[in-house]
């Protein structure tokens, strides 16, 4: 089995703990946003409307990333952290730098 000894593993486990940490303060953001009055004035209400379904998708675009962090964290504690699932082959340590949640290298994400 293929590992990627060229990643700092402590850093990046800090990275993805302090972005958990982060995703978990915007959804409960979001969630008070939520749950706020609601207006009484039938346009002002069609406004909030439209917000709260952005408030939603942006919920559960968060949540999909505190998923992905969570895969991240497990495959390094398996051993397969910075392999490419579709090739296998070692991901660029730059690339999981900028995303640490990658698990595609580039040449398989742009394909
Ligand atoms: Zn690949």
């Known amino acids: 089995m293929l590992i990627n000894t060229s990643i700092d593993v402590n ?6 703990n302090s972005l958990h940490h982060e995703l978990n303060n915007r ?15 039938s346009q002002e209400q069609a406004q909030e409307t439209e917000n709260d379904e952005v408030l939603h998708a942006l ?8 998923i992905e962090i969570d895969n991240a964290l497990s495959r390094i504690r398996n051993g397969t952290y910075g392999v490419c699932v579709a090739c296998g082959d070692i991901i660029n340590p730059e690339r999981l730098a900028a995303y640490p949640m990658a698990i595609r290298c580039m040449e398989c994400t742009e394909s």
Do not use: P, T, Y
């Open 11 to 16: 850093n990046i486990i800090e990275k993805l």
């Open 59 to 66: 919920a559960a675009d968060a949540r999909n990333e505190l």
């Open 27 to 41: 959804l409960v953001g979001i969630q008070n946003d939520l749950s706020r009055g609601r207006s009484q004035d």
